[in-house]
């Protein structure tokens, strides 16, 4: 008798950040803007490299000192994380995962993220401040694409772990959890209004 098993699961963690711990939604959002206006040198490096909308990610990295909404937010993550790397039975030993980064990303209409990955990072993801109607989902790569070659494209109905791509549509408030060698990008915004979101990396803490 024939027998086919899945193997090398890829893993993705979806939950309400508020499921582990207490998040104001309409300071998170207004402090991202407050953000965005002060940060001088986040949007002279967004200008020159041509990063449409606004990110902290090459000019600030004391987000939970300047504003303590964000302290809440990275106890929260703390916590999401642990529940997924206890998920992807991590033997972590004696070092446990800490937050490298945490940065906004403020989308305008028609603004992209190219596809990436989070190299130097183990855990990866994203909290989700303003999604409005029309915002683009998250897409997901199968990280065997590259490999594949010859291999006839799949059935517009196969399963989601037969997949090339997947599209994840999450809602405000919502955390996203991937490790970190997953490629990822944010397709163009079709909204009129900015989608907003918080995005951060975890690494192996050190002895």
Known sequence: MSRIRSLF??????????????????????????IAEDDEAGQEWCEANGYPGYTSYASLTDLPWRFP???????ALDRHVAAFAED??????????????????????G?????????????????????PDGASALKLEDPRLAMMMAAPTRLKDARD?????IYVAPAVGDVLLWESWL???????????????VSFNYRWGSL
């Open 183 to 197: 490629r990822h990008e944010v397709p163009m915004n079709m909204s009129e209004e900015d989608r907003i979101s």
């Open 161 to 165: 772990e037969l997949r090339s791509f």
């Open 88 to 109: 992807l039975q991590f033997d972590l030993g004696d070092r446990g995962l800490e937050l490298e980064d945490l940065w906004i990303n403020i989308l305008p209409e």
């Open 9 to 34: 699961a890829t893993r993705l963690y979806h939950a309400a950040l508020t499921d582990h711990g207490a998040v104001d939604a309409s300071e998170l959002q207004a402090s991202c803007y407050s």
């Open 69 to 75: 909404i964000f302290a809440d937010v990275v106890a």
């Open 111 to 131: 603004g992209t993220h190219s596809s990436h990955i989070h190299p130097h990072s183990v855990i990866s993801g994203t909290a989700y401040v303003a999604m």
